[in-house]
């Protein structure tokens, strides 16, 4: 789905947040998550020395709008330094349809970035019983 005046400003605030936290070896991914209630809350990852305990900058935008009783997702977006969106690694895309089941995520696409349901980003998705 094209991105709509919506998308885009969620798209600058991604931006903004790495482009005002960058710190070489810390910070290098940003995102921006619009909840339902039209909020927006900005992170950035969080790595760590030992790779195992990075904290990817999606999940910890979900733990912001979670900590403020503010879900389900709407649309999410994450970006590297230089802007340009980047797609979410496969346990943010699991965070993402847990806390937003019709959420929406702005992906790399083959004309610039797109927007696309989770759902597609992550067929026959495990579910509790």
């Known amino acids: 789905m094209e991105l709509n005046e919506k998308d885009r400003l969620l798209i600058s605030h991604a931006v903004h947040i790495i482009q005002t936290r960058y710190r070489q070896g810390h910070h290098h991914i940003g995102a921006a998550l619009l909840s339902k209630s039209g909020e927006i809350y900005q992170a950035v990852h969080v790595e760590a020395y030992i790779g195992r305990i990075t904290l990817c900058a999606e999940a910890v935008a979900i733990g912001m709008a979670a900590s403020a009783g503010d879900l389900p997702i709407d ?55």
């Open 75 to 129: 649309t999410i977006v994450a970006v590297g330094v230089d802007g340009e969106v980047v797609s979410p690694c496969g346990m943010c895309r699991e965070l993402i349809a847990d806390y937003g089941p019709r959420a929406w995520v702005i992906v790399p696409g083959a004309r610039g970035a797109e927007k696309v349901p989770v759902a597609e980003l992550l067929p026959n998705k495990y579910t509790r019983q």
